[in-house]
């Protein structure tokens, strides 16, 4: 699969190969960087494993982020 076919830089994904919901960092050949919205460490998946995410869902993810950082004072 080509660049052309991966999420864009931003969209938030599911990878349902893991289960995991992360926003694309980066693409690069057949592989895309995705974190986890709400911060920490990076993974990789392939274009085919993952599903964009509608916005109600990155508003649920932007809810929870901004919940977690007003918990720990940021």
Sequence with gaps: MSDKNAPAV????LDTRSG???RVMDVMWSHVQLRPPQG???WGA???DLRALGSCDDLSSRVAQLNAHSRSGL
């Excluded at 931003?10 to 994904?13: A, K, P, Q, S, V």
């Design 46 to 48: 392939r274009p085919e």
């Design 10 to 13: 931003g969209t938030l994904t």
């Design 20 to 22: 995991r919901v992360g």
């Design 40 to 42: 920490g460490i990076e």
